[in-house]
């Protein structure tokens, strides 16, 4: 059974920098697209970015200039560089996984706490 295990939160002040990890296991076919979500306390959950095996990135606007989305596909990981972190970075992080043949199938982590303190 594949899964998607996160690392990498914690706390932090603000202006500081973390590095998020996801690693897939169960399998070695690599995903068309690799991601992260984040959901703050009473918000619904939202993109921060995403990575396409060819390597096409896209962020949500907050993250531009600041976060930095990367993977290796040889070991099914993605990361996020998480730079300038702001108190409304705060959240639990999930990593995200899709292919999309022969049926789309998504995947996700359990979640990962990221805690920016003002």
């Known amino acids: 059974q594949e899964q998607l295990v996160e690392s990498g939160g914690g706390l932090v002040q603000a202006g500081g920098s973390l590095r998020l990890s996801c690693a897939a296991s169960?399998?070695?076919?690599?995903?068309?697209?690799m991601g992260w979500y984040r959901q703050a306390p009473g918000k619904q959950r939202e993109l921060v970015a995403t990575?396409?095996?060819?390597?096409?990135?896209n962020y949500v606007h907050s993250a531009k200039g600041r976060f930095a989305i990367s993977r290796d596909n040889a070991k099914n990981t993605v990361y996020l560089q998480m730079n300038s972190l702001k108190p409304e970075d705060t959240g639990v992080y999930y990593c995200?996984?899709?292919?999309?043949?022969?049926?789309?199938?998504?995947?996700w982590g359990q979640g990962t706490q990221v805690t920016v303190s003002s």
């Open positions: 995200y996984a899709e292919r999309v043949y022969p049926r789309l199938l998504t995947y």
């Open positions: 169960g399998s070695s076919a690599s995903f068309n697209v």
């Open positions: 990575i396409t095996s060819g390597g096409w990135t």
